[in-house]
């Protein structure tokens, strides 16, 4: 069973930048795309960044210029750098695969301004 788990959240100042990284058990990570995602406090658990099996990126408009996305397969890792962070990125960030498995905690992410 894979399991995914989130670290890097912290309390950050507006304008400041974090690293979010994400372990997957198991040995599928390299063969799915992956993708970040945030859940602000009272909403529904939105899209943030998605990244392919080769390295091709999208993202959210609100994030774009701001946040990159990265995997390592070696590594089974998913990176979300974040840089110039606003109070409204405030979230627990999820990292899963696409399609997703079983979610893993989050990592809290709060920005004060």
């Known amino acids: 069973q894979v399991q995914l788990l989130e670290s890097g959240g912290g309390l950050v100042q507006a304008g400041g930048s974090l690293r979010l990284s994400c372990t997957v058990s198991?040995?599928?990570?390299?063969?799915?795309?992956m993708a970040w995602y945030l859940q602000a406090p009272g909403k529904q658990r939105e899209l943030v960044a998605v990244i392919s099996r080769s390295g091709s990126t999208n993202y959210s408009d609100f994030v774009k210029g701001r946040f990159t996305i990265s995997r390592d397969n070696a590594k089974k890792t998913l990176y979300l750098q974040m840089n110039s962070l606003k109070s409204e990125d405030t979230a627990v960030y999820y990292c899963?695969?696409?399609?997703?498995?079983?979610w893993g905690q989050g990592t809290q992410v709060t920005v004060s301004s």
């Open positions: 198991g040995s599928a990570f390299s063969f799915r795309p």
């Open positions: 899963n695969s696409i399609p997703a498995w079983d």
